[in-house]
Protein backbone atom coordinates (compact mmCIF):
# COMPACT_ATOMS: atom_id res chain seq x y z
CA UNK A 1 0.00 0.00 0.00
CA UNK A 2 1.35 3.82 -1.16
CA UNK A 3 1.66 6.35 1.33
CA UNK A 4 -0.76 8.03 -0.71
CA UNK A 5 -3.02 5.25 -0.31
CA UNK A 6 -2.33 5.32 3.30
CA UNK A 7 -3.26 9.17 3.85
CA UNK A 8 -6.13 8.71 1.91
CA UNK A 9 -5.56 10.80 -1.00
CA UNK A 10 -6.34 11.17 -4.85
CA UNK A 11 -5.17 7.82 -6.12
CA UNK A 12 -2.99 7.30 -9.60
CA UNK A 13 -1.09 4.82 -11.50
CA UNK A 14 1.27 5.71 -9.28
CA UNK A 15 0.24 3.65 -6.69
CA UNK A 16 0.80 0.44 -8.23
CA UNK A 17 4.13 1.22 -8.71
CA UNK A 18 5.17 1.67 -5.45
CA UNK A 19 3.14 -1.42 -4.84
CA UNK A 20 5.11 -3.05 -7.48
CA UNK A 21 8.05 -1.63 -5.76
CA UNK A 22 7.58 -3.69 -2.66
CA UNK A 23 6.35 -6.86 -4.00
CA UNK A 24 9.88 -6.46 -6.05
CA UNK A 25 11.47 -5.54 -3.30
CA UNK A 26 10.30 -9.13 -1.28
CA UNK A 27 11.10 -11.44 -4.59
CA UNK A 28 14.74 -10.05 -4.69
CA UNK A 29 14.86 -10.82 -1.01
CA UNK A 30 12.37 -13.84 0.72
CA UNK A 31 11.08 -10.93 2.84
CA UNK A 32 9.20 -7.95 2.75
CA UNK A 33 10.23 -4.10 2.80
CA UNK A 34 8.34 -3.60 5.63
CA UNK A 35 6.77 -4.82 8.80
CA UNK A 36 5.52 -5.26 12.07
CA UNK A 37 2.67 -7.14 14.30
CA UNK A 38 -0.10 -4.77 13.65
CA UNK A 39 -0.89 -2.72 10.53
CA UNK A 40 -0.75 0.26 12.57
CA UNK A 41 3.08 -0.38 12.84
CA UNK A 42 3.59 -1.24 9.07
CA UNK A 43 1.90 1.50 8.11
CA UNK A 44 4.30 4.13 10.29
CA UNK A 45 7.39 1.98 8.53
CA UNK A 46 5.66 2.56 5.11
CA UNK A 47 5.72 6.44 5.78
CA UNK A 48 8.30 6.66 7.51
CA UNK A 49 11.41 4.38 7.14
CA UNK A 50 13.11 3.67 3.90
CA UNK A 51 14.21 -0.41 3.29
CA UNK A 52 17.61 -0.66 3.02
CA UNK A 53 19.06 -1.60 -0.30
CA UNK A 54 17.84 -5.40 -1.46
CA UNK A 55 21.69 -5.89 -2.31
CA UNK A 56 22.09 -5.97 1.68
CA UNK A 57 20.19 -8.92 2.26
CA UNK A 58 20.99 -10.85 -1.07
CA UNK A 59 24.15 -9.92 -1.86
CA UNK A 60 23.86 -10.87 -6.02
CA UNK A 61 21.26 -8.35 -6.75
CA UNK A 62 22.88 -5.74 -8.65
CA UNK A 63 23.15 -2.22 -8.24
CA UNK A 64 21.09 -0.71 -10.66
CA UNK A 65 18.31 -3.02 -9.47
CA UNK A 66 18.84 -1.55 -6.59
CA UNK A 67 18.16 2.02 -7.28
CA UNK A 68 15.04 0.66 -9.52
CA UNK A 69 13.74 -0.22 -6.89
CA UNK A 70 14.63 2.71 -4.48
CA UNK A 71 13.26 4.90 -7.45
CA UNK A 72 9.47 2.50 -7.35
CA UNK A 73 9.43 2.71 -3.38
CA UNK A 74 9.94 7.12 -3.00
CA UNK A 75 7.52 8.07 -0.30
CA UNK A 76 6.70 11.19 -2.83
CA UNK A 77 5.01 9.95 -5.90
CA UNK A 78 6.79 12.88 -7.83
CA UNK A 79 10.00 11.31 -7.41
CA UNK A 80 8.93 7.81 -8.26
CA UNK A 81 8.82 5.80 -11.89
CA UNK A 82 6.09 8.46 -13.67
CA UNK A 83 5.44 5.30 -15.90
CA UNK A 84 5.86 1.49 -16.32
CA UNK A 85 7.33 1.99 -19.23
CA UNK A 86 9.92 4.11 -17.80
CA UNK A 87 10.15 1.56 -15.14
CA UNK A 88 10.60 -1.19 -17.62
CA UNK A 89 13.38 0.61 -19.98
CA UNK A 90 15.52 0.50 -16.60
CA UNK A 91 14.70 -3.22 -15.61
CA UNK A 92 15.67 -3.66 -19.66
CA UNK A 93 19.01 -2.10 -19.47
CA UNK A 94 20.19 -3.22 -15.68
CA UNK A 95 22.63 -6.32 -15.79
CA UNK A 96 21.62 -9.75 -14.57
CA UNK A 97 23.43 -10.53 -12.11
CA UNK A 98 26.20 -8.70 -9.86
CA UNK A 99 29.93 -8.96 -9.00
CA UNK A 100 29.43 -11.74 -6.51
CA UNK A 101 30.71 -15.23 -5.99
CA UNK A 102 28.21 -18.00 -4.85
CA UNK A 103 24.36 -17.78 -4.30
CA UNK A 104 22.33 -15.45 -1.97
CA UNK A 105 20.98 -17.00 1.18
CA UNK A 106 17.56 -15.42 -0.39
CA UNK A 107 17.56 -17.39 -3.12
CA UNK A 108 19.42 -21.17 -2.55
CA UNK A 109 17.78 -23.10 -4.90
CA UNK A 110 17.76 -20.78 -7.86
CA UNK A 111 19.54 -19.62 -10.62
CA UNK A 112 21.91 -16.64 -9.96
CA UNK A 113 21.34 -15.28 -13.70
CA UNK A 114 18.23 -14.86 -15.52
CA UNK A 115 18.65 -15.49 -19.49
CA UNK A 116 18.05 -12.63 -22.13
CA UNK A 117 15.64 -13.24 -25.24
CA UNK A 118 18.15 -11.45 -27.37
CA UNK A 119 21.17 -12.56 -29.92
CA UNK A 120 23.97 -10.48 -28.37
CA UNK A 121 27.79 -10.27 -28.19
CA UNK A 122 29.37 -10.03 -25.13
CA UNK A 123 29.46 -6.16 -23.78
CA UNK A 124 32.69 -4.90 -23.41
CA UNK A 125 31.35 -1.79 -21.89
CA UNK A 126 29.59 -3.85 -18.95
CA UNK A 127 33.35 -5.42 -17.99
CA UNK A 128 33.78 -5.47 -14.04
CA UNK A 129 35.92 -2.90 -13.17
CA UNK A 130 34.86 0.05 -15.70
CA UNK A 131 33.98 3.42 -13.89
CA UNK A 132 30.74 4.45 -15.19
CA UNK A 133 30.60 8.33 -15.30
CA UNK A 134 28.20 10.81 -16.03
CA UNK A 135 28.79 14.40 -17.23
CA UNK A 136 25.50 16.79 -16.98
CA UNK A 137 24.85 19.80 -18.62
CA UNK A 138 26.73 22.43 -17.44
CA UNK A 139 24.00 25.26 -16.44
CA UNK A 140 23.71 28.48 -18.03
CA UNK A 141 23.95 30.66 -14.99
CA UNK A 142 22.58 33.62 -16.31
CA UNK A 143 19.66 31.76 -18.54
CA UNK A 144 21.71 33.79 -21.25
CA UNK A 145 20.31 32.33 -24.72
CA UNK A 146 23.24 33.91 -26.37
CA UNK A 147 25.77 31.33 -24.64
CA UNK A 148 23.64 28.44 -24.78
CA UNK A 149 25.88 26.85 -27.13
CA UNK A 150 29.28 27.59 -24.73
CA UNK A 151 27.15 25.41 -21.81
CA UNK A 152 26.25 22.54 -24.26
CA UNK A 153 29.93 22.99 -26.12
CA UNK A 154 31.55 22.29 -22.55
CA UNK A 155 29.81 19.55 -21.40
CA UNK A 156 29.76 17.88 -24.97
CA UNK A 157 33.82 18.26 -25.31
CA UNK A 158 34.38 16.95 -21.89
CA UNK A 159 32.18 14.19 -22.43
CA UNK A 160 34.22 13.05 -25.80
CA UNK A 161 37.31 13.95 -24.25
CA UNK A 162 36.89 11.17 -20.87
CA UNK A 163 34.85 8.93 -23.57
CA UNK A 164 38.46 8.29 -25.28
CA UNK A 165 39.68 6.84 -21.85
CA UNK A 166 40.22 2.84 -21.44
CA UNK A 167 38.89 2.39 -17.95
CA UNK A 168 36.05 4.34 -17.77
CA UNK A 169 32.18 4.37 -19.14
CA UNK A 170 31.03 7.33 -20.32
CA UNK A 171 27.61 7.88 -20.71
CA UNK A 172 26.43 9.37 -23.92
CA UNK A 173 25.54 13.16 -24.76
CA UNK A 174 22.04 12.25 -25.80
CA UNK A 175 21.40 10.25 -22.61
CA UNK A 176 22.05 13.19 -20.52
CA UNK A 177 21.23 16.18 -22.18
CA UNK A 178 17.47 14.80 -21.31
CA UNK A 179 18.68 16.71 -17.87
CA UNK A 180 19.22 20.07 -19.53
CA UNK A 181 17.39 22.78 -18.41
CA UNK A 182 16.03 21.08 -14.91
CA UNK A 183 16.75 21.42 -11.48
CA UNK A 184 18.02 17.99 -10.41
CA UNK A 185 19.83 16.45 -7.65
CA UNK A 186 23.65 15.28 -9.04
CA UNK A 187 23.64 12.17 -6.70
CA UNK A 188 19.76 11.23 -8.09
CA UNK A 189 20.67 11.72 -11.38
CA UNK A 190 23.55 9.45 -11.38
CA UNK A 191 21.55 6.88 -10.23
CA UNK A 192 19.49 6.52 -12.58
CA UNK A 193 22.27 6.46 -15.09
CA UNK A 194 23.57 4.08 -13.34
CA UNK A 195 27.01 5.86 -12.87
CA UNK A 196 29.23 5.63 -9.90
CA UNK A 197 30.42 9.54 -10.13
CA UNK A 198 28.96 12.37 -12.01
CA UNK A 199 30.52 15.66 -12.95
CA UNK A 200 28.37 18.94 -12.98
CA UNK A 201 29.00 22.83 -13.29
CA UNK A 202 28.19 26.30 -14.09
CA UNK A 203 28.71 28.27 -16.97
CA UNK A 204 28.71 32.07 -16.99
CA UNK A 205 30.27 34.85 -19.59
CA UNK A 206 30.53 38.09 -18.18
CA UNK A 207 32.36 41.21 -19.59
CA UNK A 208 34.55 38.77 -21.49
CA UNK A 209 35.18 36.80 -18.68
CA UNK A 210 34.43 32.93 -18.44
CA UNK A 211 33.52 31.79 -14.79
CA UNK A 212 33.45 27.59 -15.06
CA UNK A 213 32.67 26.19 -11.63
CA UNK A 214 32.88 22.57 -11.65
CA UNK A 215 32.49 19.49 -9.34
CA UNK A 216 32.96 15.40 -9.11
CA UNK A 217 30.91 13.79 -6.99
CA UNK A 218 30.46 10.04 -6.02
CA UNK A 219 26.94 8.87 -6.45
CA UNK A 220 27.24 6.32 -3.40
CA UNK A 221 29.40 7.85 -1.16
CA UNK A 222 26.81 11.42 -1.96
CA UNK A 223 30.43 12.77 -1.50
CA UNK A 224 32.65 15.79 -3.62
CA UNK A 225 35.93 14.30 -4.90
CA UNK A 226 36.57 17.30 -6.42
CA UNK A 227 35.60 20.80 -7.19
CA UNK A 228 36.98 23.71 -8.75
CA UNK A 229 35.95 27.60 -10.28
CA UNK A 230 38.20 28.76 -13.38
CA UNK A 231 37.92 32.39 -13.88
CA UNK A 232 39.46 33.09 -17.32
CA UNK A 233 39.17 34.96 -20.35
CA UNK A 234 36.66 33.70 -22.94
CA UNK A 235 39.15 32.49 -25.42
CA UNK A 236 40.78 30.45 -22.47
CA UNK A 237 37.77 27.97 -22.88
CA UNK A 238 40.10 25.41 -24.46
CA UNK A 239 42.40 25.39 -21.75
CA UNK A 240 39.54 25.04 -19.21
CA UNK A 241 37.63 22.09 -20.70
CA UNK A 242 41.40 20.04 -21.33
CA UNK A 243 41.90 21.21 -17.42
CA UNK A 244 38.58 19.76 -16.00
CA UNK A 245 39.26 16.06 -17.77
CA UNK A 246 42.78 15.88 -16.62
CA UNK A 247 41.55 17.63 -13.09
CA UNK A 248 38.52 14.25 -13.38
CA UNK A 249 40.34 11.13 -14.73
CA UNK A 250 43.04 12.41 -11.81
CA UNK A 251 40.83 12.59 -9.20
CA UNK A 252 39.11 9.18 -10.11
CA UNK A 253 42.38 7.54 -9.73
CA UNK A 254 42.21 6.27 -13.01
CA UNK A 255 45.03 3.84 -14.17
CA UNK A 256 45.98 6.23 -17.39
CA UNK A 257 47.96 4.51 -20.41
CA UNK A 258 50.34 6.24 -21.98
CA UNK A 259 47.86 6.45 -25.17
CA UNK A 260 45.32 7.83 -22.75
CA UNK A 261 47.53 10.60 -21.35
CA UNK A 262 47.84 11.75 -25.06
CA UNK A 263 44.10 11.69 -25.85
CA UNK A 264 43.53 13.97 -22.98
CA UNK A 265 46.17 16.26 -23.77
CA UNK A 266 45.08 16.40 -27.77
CA UNK A 267 43.26 19.24 -28.75
CA UNK A 268 41.52 18.79 -32.39
CA UNK A 269 42.31 22.56 -32.78
CA UNK A 270 44.30 25.23 -31.21
CA UNK A 271 41.85 28.58 -32.62
CA UNK A 272 39.65 29.34 -30.14
CA UNK A 273 37.43 30.95 -32.74
CA UNK A 274 37.66 27.80 -34.39
CA UNK A 275 36.16 26.06 -31.41
CA UNK A 276 33.53 28.57 -31.11
CA UNK A 277 31.85 28.33 -33.97
CA UNK A 278 32.34 24.72 -33.92
CA UNK A 279 29.80 23.96 -30.47
CA UNK A 280 27.80 26.27 -32.32
CA UNK A 281 27.52 24.30 -35.00
CA UNK A 282 26.75 21.14 -32.53
CA UNK A 283 24.20 23.34 -30.86
CA UNK A 284 22.51 24.07 -33.71
CA UNK A 285 23.18 20.18 -35.48
CA UNK A 286 21.09 19.06 -32.17
CA UNK A 287 18.22 20.89 -33.01
CA UNK A 288 17.64 18.79 -35.74
CA UNK A 289 15.25 21.22 -37.62
CA UNK A 290 15.71 22.06 -41.20
CA UNK A 291 16.73 25.26 -40.06
CA UNK A 292 18.87 24.66 -37.20
CA UNK A 293 20.86 21.91 -40.26
CA UNK A 294 20.70 24.91 -42.36
CA UNK A 295 22.54 26.90 -39.73
CA UNK A 296 25.31 24.27 -38.39
CA UNK A 297 26.47 24.50 -41.99
CA UNK A 298 27.47 27.87 -41.50
CA UNK A 299 29.14 27.76 -37.88
CA UNK A 300 31.02 24.49 -39.06
CA UNK A 301 31.85 26.05 -42.28
CA UNK A 302 33.09 29.11 -40.20
CA UNK A 303 34.89 26.98 -37.76
CA UNK A 304 36.82 25.71 -40.79
CA UNK A 305 37.70 29.13 -42.19
CA UNK A 306 39.76 29.41 -39.11
CA UNK A 307 41.21 26.29 -38.80
CA UNK A 308 41.51 24.62 -42.31
CA UNK A 309 42.69 21.43 -40.31
CA UNK A 310 40.12 20.76 -37.96
CA UNK A 311 39.20 17.62 -38.68
CA UNK A 312 36.26 17.80 -36.21
CA UNK A 313 34.60 20.49 -37.61
CA UNK A 314 34.72 18.73 -41.12
CA UNK A 315 32.89 15.44 -39.71
CA UNK A 316 30.63 17.67 -38.15
CA UNK A 317 29.82 19.45 -41.68
CA UNK A 318 29.50 15.86 -43.14
CA UNK A 319 26.85 14.76 -40.48
CA UNK A 320 25.18 17.79 -41.27
CA UNK A 321 24.85 17.07 -45.05
CA UNK A 322 24.08 13.43 -44.49
CA UNK A 323 21.32 14.27 -42.29
CA UNK A 324 20.06 17.11 -44.71
CA UNK A 325 20.03 14.49 -47.07
CA UNK A 326 18.43 11.73 -45.72
CA UNK A 327 15.61 13.94 -44.41
CA UNK A 328 15.23 15.52 -48.05
CA UNK A 329 15.48 18.84 -46.42
CA UNK A 330 17.59 19.69 -49.38
CA UNK A 331 18.18 17.41 -52.78
CA UNK A 332 20.37 14.30 -52.08
CA UNK A 333 22.48 15.07 -54.91
CA UNK A 334 22.90 18.34 -53.75
CA UNK A 335 24.22 17.44 -49.93
CA UNK A 336 25.50 13.60 -50.20
CA UNK A 337 28.55 14.89 -52.22
CA UNK A 338 29.81 17.46 -50.00
CA UNK A 339 29.13 15.13 -46.86
CA UNK A 340 31.47 12.89 -48.45
CA UNK A 341 34.09 15.00 -49.48
CA UNK A 342 34.13 16.76 -45.53
CA UNK A 343 34.15 13.17 -43.88
CA UNK A 344 37.30 12.41 -46.87
CA UNK A 345 39.31 15.76 -45.81
CA UNK A 346 38.27 14.96 -42.47
CA UNK A 347 40.40 11.49 -42.69
CA UNK A 348 43.20 12.64 -44.73
CA UNK A 349 43.71 15.09 -41.50
CA UNK A 350 42.90 12.31 -39.02
CA UNK A 351 43.03 8.68 -39.91
CA UNK A 352 41.88 7.71 -36.77
CA UNK A 353 38.65 9.67 -36.15
CA UNK A 354 35.98 7.13 -35.70
CA UNK A 355 33.30 9.58 -36.73
CA UNK A 356 34.53 10.28 -40.31
CA UNK A 357 34.53 7.13 -41.02
CA UNK A 358 31.21 6.54 -39.89
CA UNK A 359 30.11 9.73 -41.66
CA UNK A 360 31.72 8.19 -44.75
CA UNK A 361 29.65 4.59 -44.39
CA UNK A 362 26.34 6.69 -43.87
CA UNK A 363 26.88 8.61 -46.95
CA UNK A 364 27.91 5.50 -49.01
CA UNK A 365 25.15 3.53 -47.81
CA UNK A 366 22.28 5.81 -48.54
CA UNK A 367 23.51 7.48 -51.20
CA UNK A 368 26.08 5.81 -53.31
CA UNK A 369 24.40 2.10 -52.49
CA UNK A 370 27.71 0.83 -51.86
CA UNK A 371 27.24 -1.96 -49.60
CA UNK A 372 30.87 -3.34 -49.21
CA UNK A 373 32.31 -0.08 -48.89
CA UNK A 374 29.73 1.14 -46.16
CA UNK A 375 30.56 -1.99 -44.21
CA UNK A 376 34.27 -1.25 -44.53
CA UNK A 377 33.45 1.86 -43.15
CA UNK A 378 31.20 1.25 -40.43
CA UNK A 379 33.78 -1.72 -39.25
CA UNK A 380 36.34 0.90 -38.91
CA UNK A 381 34.91 3.45 -37.03
CA UNK A 382 33.35 0.48 -34.52
CA UNK A 383 36.94 -0.64 -34.01
CA UNK A 384 38.33 2.63 -33.56
CA UNK A 385 35.62 3.82 -30.80
CA UNK A 386 33.49 0.81 -29.78
CA UNK A 387 31.95 3.30 -27.74
CA UNK A 388 30.35 4.96 -30.79
CA UNK A 389 26.81 4.42 -31.00
CA UNK A 390 25.74 6.03 -33.79
CA UNK A 391 28.66 3.98 -36.24
CA UNK A 392 26.30 0.49 -34.62
CA UNK A 393 23.02 2.53 -35.50
CA UNK A 394 23.94 3.00 -38.93
CA UNK A 395 25.56 -0.07 -39.50
CA UNK A 396 21.91 -2.09 -38.26
CA UNK A 397 21.00 0.07 -41.15
CA UNK A 398 23.63 -1.91 -43.41
CA UNK A 399 23.24 -5.14 -41.74
CA UNK A 400 18.95 -4.58 -42.58
CA UNK A 401 19.70 -4.09 -46.36
CA UNK A 402 21.52 -7.14 -47.06
CA UNK A 403 19.07 -9.15 -44.81
CA UNK A 404 21.20 -10.10 -42.03
CA UNK A 405 18.76 -9.94 -39.90
CA UNK A 406 20.78 -11.98 -36.22
CA UNK A 407 23.63 -9.48 -37.07
CA UNK A 408 21.07 -6.55 -37.13
CA UNK A 409 19.52 -7.23 -33.96
CA UNK A 410 22.56 -7.53 -32.40
CA UNK A 411 24.27 -4.07 -33.65
CA UNK A 412 21.01 -2.32 -32.77
CA UNK A 413 20.87 -3.50 -29.38
CA UNK A 414 24.74 -2.44 -28.82
CA UNK A 415 23.56 0.70 -29.87
CA UNK A 416 20.80 0.65 -27.58
CA UNK A 417 22.81 -0.22 -24.88
CA UNK A 418 25.70 2.19 -25.71
CA UNK A 419 22.70 5.35 -25.92
CA UNK A 420 19.55 4.04 -24.11
CA UNK A 421 18.01 7.71 -24.25
CA UNK A 422 18.50 8.02 -27.55
CA UNK A 423 15.47 9.09 -28.98
CA UNK A 424 16.18 7.86 -32.67
CA UNK A 425 18.13 4.84 -31.53
CA UNK A 426 14.86 3.85 -29.69
CA UNK A 427 12.84 4.16 -32.53
CA UNK A 428 15.96 2.11 -35.17
CA UNK A 429 15.60 -0.67 -32.11
CA UNK A 430 11.71 -1.00 -32.63
CA UNK A 431 11.65 -1.06 -36.07
CA UNK A 432 14.30 -3.76 -36.35
CA UNK A 433 11.89 -5.45 -34.01
CA UNK A 434 9.13 -5.11 -36.26
CA UNK A 435 11.23 -6.54 -39.14
CA UNK A 436 11.89 -9.44 -37.76
CA UNK A 437 8.32 -10.34 -36.88
CA UNK A 438 8.24 -9.43 -33.12
CA UNK A 439 5.46 -6.40 -33.62
CA UNK A 440 4.40 -6.84 -30.06
CA UNK A 441 7.70 -6.17 -28.43
CA UNK A 442 8.09 -3.49 -31.35
CA UNK A 443 5.40 -1.46 -30.10
CA UNK A 444 5.94 -1.86 -26.59
CA UNK A 445 8.84 -0.34 -27.06
CA UNK A 446 7.90 2.54 -29.68
CA UNK A 447 5.60 3.24 -26.81
CA UNK A 448 8.71 3.60 -24.03
CA UNK A 449 9.96 5.73 -26.75
CA UNK A 450 6.66 8.09 -26.78
CA UNK A 451 6.99 8.23 -23.45
CA UNK A 452 10.53 9.62 -23.39
CA UNK A 453 9.09 12.34 -25.99
CA UNK A 454 5.97 12.65 -26.62
CA UNK A 455 6.55 14.95 -29.75
CA UNK A 456 8.94 12.40 -31.73
CA UNK A 457 7.31 12.42 -34.68
CA UNK A 458 9.39 9.54 -35.83
CA UNK A 459 8.40 6.83 -33.25
CA UNK A 460 4.27 8.06 -33.95
CA UNK A 461 5.24 7.66 -37.73
CA UNK A 462 6.59 4.20 -36.61
CA UNK A 463 3.90 3.02 -34.53
CA UNK A 464 1.43 3.91 -37.64
CA UNK A 465 3.62 1.02 -39.55
CA UNK A 466 3.24 -1.62 -37.36
CA UNK A 467 -0.38 -0.53 -36.56
CA UNK A 468 -0.64 -1.42 -40.18
CA UNK A 469 1.01 -4.49 -40.49
CA UNK A 470 -1.06 -5.93 -37.66
CA UNK A 471 -3.99 -4.89 -40.02
CA UNK A 472 -4.96 -1.95 -37.57
CA UNK A 473 -5.64 0.39 -39.91
CA UNK A 474 -7.90 3.12 -37.61
CA UNK A 475 -4.93 2.88 -35.39
CA UNK A 476 -2.54 3.43 -38.47
CA UNK A 477 -4.56 5.97 -39.65
CA UNK A 478 -4.15 8.16 -35.71
CA UNK A 479 -0.58 7.29 -35.44
CA UNK A 480 0.18 8.82 -38.95
CA UNK A 481 -1.80 11.56 -38.28
CA UNK A 482 -0.03 12.86 -35.11
CA UNK A 483 3.16 12.22 -37.17
CA UNK A 484 2.48 14.15 -39.80
CA UNK A 485 1.09 17.17 -37.41
CA UNK A 486 4.27 17.15 -35.24
CA UNK A 487 6.58 16.94 -37.94
CA UNK A 488 4.67 19.96 -40.22
CA UNK A 489 4.26 17.39 -42.84
CA UNK A 490 8.01 16.77 -43.15
CA UNK A 491 7.06 12.97 -42.48
CA UNK A 492 4.44 10.39 -42.86
CA UNK A 493 2.28 12.04 -45.47
CA UNK A 494 2.76 9.41 -47.97
CA UNK A 495 2.34 6.98 -45.19
CA UNK A 496 -0.88 8.50 -44.34
CA UNK A 497 -2.23 8.90 -47.68
CA UNK A 498 -1.45 5.42 -48.56
CA UNK A 499 -3.10 4.03 -45.44
CA UNK A 500 -6.18 6.45 -46.19
CA UNK A 501 -6.74 4.97 -49.87
CA UNK A 502 -6.41 1.45 -48.57
CA UNK A 503 -9.52 2.01 -45.84
CA UNK A 504 -11.51 3.79 -48.97
CA UNK A 505 -11.00 7.19 -47.62
CA UNK A 506 -9.74 8.23 -51.08
CA UNK A 507 -10.52 11.75 -51.52
CA UNK A 508 -8.53 12.32 -48.20
CA UNK A 509 -5.88 10.60 -50.18
CA UNK A 510 -6.40 12.78 -53.05
CA UNK A 511 -6.27 15.71 -50.80
CA UNK A 512 -2.50 14.80 -49.49
CA UNK A 513 -1.50 14.38 -53.22
CA UNK A 514 -2.28 17.61 -54.08
CA UNK A 515 -0.57 18.62 -50.69
CA UNK A 516 2.32 17.28 -51.67
CA UNK A 517 2.15 18.38 -55.43
CA UNK A 518 1.71 22.19 -54.03
CA UNK A 519 4.45 22.19 -51.29
CA UNK A 520 7.13 20.78 -54.09
CA UNK A 521 6.63 23.80 -55.85
CA UNK A 522 8.47 25.26 -52.76
CA UNK A 523 10.53 23.10 -51.31
CA UNK A 524 12.23 19.58 -51.99
CA UNK A 525 9.93 16.56 -51.79
CA UNK A 526 10.89 13.13 -52.09
CA UNK A 527 9.00 11.44 -54.72
CA UNK A 528 8.37 8.58 -52.58
CA UNK A 529 5.99 10.09 -50.74
CA UNK A 530 3.99 10.17 -53.87
CA UNK A 531 5.01 6.64 -54.84
CA UNK A 532 2.62 5.53 -51.46
CA UNK A 533 -0.14 7.25 -52.15
CA UNK A 534 -0.69 5.87 -55.68
CA UNK A 535 0.27 2.75 -54.39
CA UNK A 536 -2.89 2.74 -52.37
CA UNK A 537 -4.99 3.94 -54.46
CA UNK A 538 -4.00 1.97 -57.48
CA UNK A 539 -2.49 3.67 -59.74
CA UNK A 540 0.39 1.41 -60.76
CA UNK A 541 1.67 3.43 -63.62
CA UNK A 542 2.18 6.58 -61.75
CA UNK A 543 3.56 4.20 -58.56
CA UNK A 544 6.03 3.23 -60.67
CA UNK A 545 7.06 6.28 -62.30
CA UNK A 546 7.55 8.18 -59.08
CA UNK A 547 9.66 5.20 -58.01
CA UNK A 548 12.03 5.97 -61.06
CA UNK A 549 12.45 9.60 -59.94
CA UNK A 550 13.20 8.52 -56.34
CA UNK A 551 15.61 6.00 -57.79
CA UNK A 552 17.23 8.49 -60.01
CA UNK A 553 17.12 11.48 -57.23
CA UNK A 554 18.58 9.18 -55.09
CA UNK A 555 16.44 9.49 -52.32
CA UNK A 556 17.96 7.63 -48.83
CA UNK A 557 14.96 5.41 -48.24
CA UNK A 558 15.07 3.64 -51.37
CA UNK A 559 17.22 1.44 -49.58
CA UNK A 560 14.45 -0.10 -47.76
CA UNK A 561 11.92 0.26 -50.51
CA UNK A 562 11.38 -3.93 -50.19
CA UNK A 563 10.78 -3.26 -46.36
CA UNK A 564 7.73 -1.06 -47.00
CA UNK A 565 4.11 -1.82 -46.82
CA UNK A 566 3.60 -2.30 -50.68
CA UNK A 567 0.16 -3.47 -52.02
CA UNK A 568 0.22 -7.39 -53.65
CA UNK A 569 -0.45 -5.86 -57.08
CA UNK A 570 2.68 -3.77 -56.75
CA UNK A 571 4.92 -6.03 -55.37
CA UNK A 572 3.70 -9.00 -57.84
CA UNK A 573 4.55 -6.08 -60.94
CA UNK A 574 8.13 -7.02 -62.87
CA UNK A 575 8.58 -3.76 -62.43
CA UNK A 576 9.41 -3.89 -59.19
CA UNK A 577 11.69 -6.62 -59.07
CA UNK A 578 13.67 -4.88 -61.97
CA UNK A 579 13.78 -1.53 -59.38
CA UNK A 580 15.34 -4.00 -56.82
CA UNK A 581 17.67 -5.45 -59.25
CA UNK A 582 18.79 -1.40 -60.06
CA UNK A 583 19.52 -0.50 -56.62
CA UNK A 584 21.65 -3.51 -56.16
CA UNK A 585 19.42 -5.66 -54.04
CA UNK A 586 17.34 -9.39 -55.01
CA UNK A 587 14.11 -9.29 -54.16
CA UNK A 588 12.88 -11.48 -51.32
CA UNK A 589 9.20 -11.82 -50.44
Same mark, same amino acid.
Given at each position: MSTEQICGEVLDARTDIFSFGAVFWEMLTGQPPFGGKTSALVFDEILHRDPVAPSAISPVVPAAVDAIVARALQKNRNRRYQSFSELLMDLRQAPVTANVSGPSPAIVGTTATVARPRTRKPDSTRSRGLHALAVLPFANTANDPEIDYLSDGITETIINKLSQIGGLRVVPRSTVFRYKGREIDPVAAGAELKAKSVVTGRVLQRSGRLVVTVELINVRRHAQLWGEQYNRTAHDVLDVQQSIAAEVSTALELKLTGDDRQKLARRDTQDSAAYQAYIKGRFYWNKRTI??????????????????????? &? #????? %??????????? *??????????????????? @???????? #??? !???????? /??? *??????? &???? /??????????????????? %?????????????????? *?? $???????????? +?????????????? %? %?? @???????????????????????? =????????????????? #?????????? &?? !???????????????? +?? /???????? $???????? =??????? =??????????? $????????? *???????? @????? $??????? &?????
Open positions: DGLLQAIEHFQAAIEHDPHYARA &L #AGLAD %TFNILGYYNGR *PPADVYPQGKAAAARALEI @DPAMAEAH #ASL !GYARLFFD /RDW *PGAEQCF &LEAI /RLNPGYASAHQWYGWLLMV %TRRWDEMMESMQRAHDLD *PL $SLVINEHYGYAL +SLVGRADEALAHLQ %T %TV @DLEPHFALAHLRIGAVHLSQGRMD =DAIASLRTAVQLSSGQF #AVGALGYVLA &LS !GQRAEAEQLLAQLRER +SQ /RVFVSPLE $SAYIYAGL =DRADETF =DALDQAVAQRI $SDVVRVDFL *PWTPAIRS @DPRFA $SLLATIG &LPGKH
